[in-house]
């Protein structure tokens, strides 16, 4: 092939010399507009894991590039006069330009031809004049290609909220230092670490606002880095702080880091008569943010993967055929895993655009957050990195024994749970006229004895119109009060769990029909059951099928009220000992509160503190008249996940309202209000929600969504994300997930106290480490 990579970045230049390492016959070009080994930015970072993927694509250069690494395994937090101090991260730094110097010396050894000064205007021509069969747009972060060829790339570029300066220093840090410094005008980050004998990069970052306050947009470079000099002065050790980039004019150093995302990364043009791809990789197809380090991994994975692909298809090109196929496989399989590492970027980068949400913190949770803020590191692979700071650090969290952060006492009013894991409320259609039935005994007192501190009841209404299902639960008679007392009773009676009440009112959800039938979808015509009229904050149907809800009257809303009050009077007789109110998913209270469903025109609709005033009239009336020493919480959708709808911006309003009525803590889920909703999903994908609005809003939050894992719960207490966390599936599976998991937790051999496992529980634990004594010998 005549192989055309436009661009001498890591991707370009990495990609060629695997290509031509490959197969000697193919004609590979790079062209770059720099001239020969010039470059800018300072050093950049590679983990140990992506090194060993270079060792094996091209070991020679991976060989030469080891060698000039500089390899730490500390990460140094400094933050409000204080430092802590991790090992076992291992990571690698080396000058940027080191590492252009061994990729190019390696093509030329190769027989890759590399073309410089050469600024490429027009790809199509340069194709031509090298009959390329395949282009590789390796042009960078501003790429004109991928900007020539937008309609087919559908790029999308987000400019994210902080500035920041990539500079360096004769300071050698020996370890990966974060330094945070805080101004009157709010807080400066430092990312500093060694690439070379004598050198470090030093990248300094802040929120827009607080850089436009200092005035440093319109400061001369030489200002500017003058003020980064005497904010970090105690890290410097009176080394000065250089800028290798000053072909750029005043405070332009300091730039926004642009989000890449681009729908495909394959686009054809006709070029000489022939059909010739053009292929994005590196900057040019994505970017993840310098705060995890991965825009070279990512360029230079780009590279070995699509090599491999050519090589696993080696013998249908002798044949002329399988190119396309190729790059499909290519652009499939890359994307994918991209938006892995984006995922975690953006929760990385939203991290350091927020510092002083987590500026409450002591620096040791505040570390720990830090260090696990892209979710890709969890509490065990910390205690792999570095078990002795880990396990210190749970003393810290505990107040004295070292205990894993999902077992520790969780105390809100006059309730106090053993640990941290509530059992989801999940609707189980097994109610008859309201009342549960022997199955939700079993289904419930079965979780209560499985080990999680609290199993809560699914969402119960207040009226038989409340209801999503006729085989839902109510609340409005004596019959399903002594049903749930009942189960209340078997609960205190044979457990230690506490069990939890959650009232809500279906709205224009209700009347359809159960989960395993046509879900959401209203009752047929033919079947046991009458559709009943349902209501809502204004006369907008949830999707095509349902119903066209009638707008809730003022008449209405004081009797629907007053039915939430008579509820929690009942579920106070039952016995519970936590009531939550359920204003999510779509739901009559959740309804109110969304713009795509409150169309309203009086107090009730328009902003979002008059678009709330119906649910927390409703919220105070409840909690006026549940005992003042049982919590209360709310479950909320912080993002609707649609346009036009609430966004996270809204829940910490939101959740500042409820706050201020008396709330103790907020559930917090995400979407189902529309059938428009586009969630992002992945792992505790809706926890960076319950972050944000527990360290916000300094109110305490329950995560739910993805967490399946014990190593999810221990991650997100440790961090201070949430305070507890609730899990549905692994409970559906396993109703003693919470003592398995403990029992395996316990098999490290750590002797926590007995409160932490007290009477059945401690049975059970017994029993596991019988079990697992016996399979041992």
């Not at 249908?316 to 055929?321: A, D, I, L, N, Y």
Request: hydrophobic letters at 40%; aromatic letters at 10%.
């Amino acid at each position: 092939m005549h192989i055309l990579c436009l661009g001498g970045g890591p991707a370009g230049l990495y990609f060629a010399l695997l290509m031509k390492l490959q197969n000697p016959a193919h004609q590979v070009t790079v062209v770059e507009r720099n001239r020969p080994f010039d470059t800018f930015g300072w050093g950049v970072v590679l983990s140990d894991q992506t090194l060993g993927n270079l060792r094996v694509a091209d070991p020679v250069s991976a060989q030469l590039i080891g060698d000039a690494f500089n390899h730490w395994d500390d990460v140094e937090v400094f933050f409000k006069g204080r430092s802590v101090r991790s090992g076992g991260h291992g990571f690698c730094g080396i000058g940027r330009k080191r590492l252009l110097n061994i990729l190019q010396d390696r093509c030329l050894a190769l027989g890759v031809e590399l073309v410089f000064e050469t600024d490429v205007q027009d790809d199509q021509a340069i194709a031509a004049q090298y009959q390329a069969d395949l282009v590789v747009a390796s042009d960078g972060l501003n790429s004109r290609i991928r900007n020539r060829y937008a309609e087919t790339f559908k790029p999308d570029v987000e400019l994210r909220a902080c500035r920041f300066v990539w500079l360096g220093t004769r300071k050698t840090f020996d370890a990966f230092t974060f330094a945070f410094e805080k101004t009157e005008h709010g807080w400066f980050a430092a990312h500093a670490y060694k690439f070379d004998e004598n050198t470090s990069t030093f990248i300094v970052e802040t929120p827009e606002a607080v850089w436009k306050a200092h005035g440093l947009d319109q400061m001369s470079q030489e200002d500017g880095i003058a003020f980064c000099e005497r904010l970090f002065a105690k890290y410097l050790d009176g080394n000065a702080l250089m800028n290798n980039a000053t072909h750029v004019r005043g405070s332009a150093i300091w730039i926004r880091f642009p989000r890449v995302v681009c729908q495909r990364w394959v686009h054809h043009e006709t070029v000489a008569g022939k059909r010739v791809p053009i292929v994005l990789m590196g900057d040019a197809a994505h970017t993840a943010h310098f705060s995890i380090g991965s825009g070279t991994k990512l360029a230079l994975e780009d590279a070995i993967d699509l090599a491999k692909e050519f090589s696993a298809r080696a013998e249908e090109f002798s044949t002329g055929r399988g190119m396309d196929e190729v790059l499909q496989a290519y652009e499939a399989r890359r994307s994918v895993e991209v938006l892995k590492i984006q995922n975690a970027a953006r929760n990385s980068t939203e991290w350091f655009e927020n510092v002083n949400r987590y500026s409450s913190m002591e620096i040791e949770q505040f570390a720990y957050s830090l260090l696990t803020r892209s979710q890709r590191i969890s509490h065990e692979n910390l205690r792999l990195r570095d078990a002795q700071w880990l396990e210190g650090y749970e003393a810290w969290l505990s107040g004295g024994p070292v205990v894993p952060p999902m077992l520790t006492p969780f105390k809100v009013r006059g309730i106090e749970l053993k640990n941290r894991i509530v059992c989801s409320p999940m609707a189980t259609y097994s109610a008859i006229d309201g009342v549960p039935q022997d199955f939700h005994l079993v289904h419930l007192g079965a979780r209560a004895l499985g080990g999680a501190a609290m199993v809560m009841v699914e969402m119960t209404s207040p009226n038989p119109e409340g209801r999503i299902t006729p085989a839902c639960t109510g609340l409005w008679n004596d019959e399903q009060t002594a049903a749930f007392k009942r189960i209340v009773d078997f609960v205190h009676g044979q457990s230690t769990a506490k069990i939890g009440m959650q009232l809500g009112h279906s709205g224009p959800k209700g009347s359809t029909q159960v989960g395993w039938e046509d879900m959401d979808e209203p009752l047929p015509a033919d079947g046991p059951h009458e559709n009943w009229p349902v209501i809502s904050a204004s006369a907008v149907p949830y999707g095509e099928r349902n119903q066209t809800p009638q707008a809730m009257t003022h008449t209405h809303m004081e009797a629907l009220k007053q039915q939430f009050v008579d509820a929690t009077r009942r579920a106070a007789a039952a016995g519970f000992d936590w009531l939550e109110l359920h204003c999510a998913h779509g739901y009559l209270l959740s309804a109110f509160i969304t713009p795509l469903t409150n169309l309203r025109s009086d107090e009730y609709g328009g902003s979002i503190e008059n678009r709330c005033r119906y649910p927390l009239e409703v919220f105070r009336a409840m909690r006026a008249a549940w005992p003042a020493h049982l919590p209360m919480s709310v479950r909320i959708s912080a993002h609707d996940w649609a346009p036009g709808g609430n966004t996270p911006d809204d829940a910490i309003v939101v959740a500042r309202l409820f706050k201020e009525a008396g709330c103790d803590v907020i559930d917090v889920s995400s979407g189902q209000t529309t059938r428009q909703a586009r969630p992002v999903y992945g792992r505790m994908y809706q926890t960076p929600f319950a972050d944000r609005i527990r360290n916000e809003v300094g109110i305490q939050t329950i995560a739910v969504g993805a967490i399946s894992e014990v190593d999810h719960v221990n991650s997100i207490i440790a961090a201070g994300r949430a305070d507890l966390c609730a899990l549905a599936r692994p409970h559906l599976a396993d109703p003693a997930w919470t003592l398995h998991e403990a029992a395996k937790l316990q098999s490290r051999a750590v002797d926590w106290p007995k409160q932490y496992l007290s009477g059945r529980d401690q049975l059970y634990r017994d029993i596991s480490k019988q079990k697992e004594l016996a399979a041992q010998s």
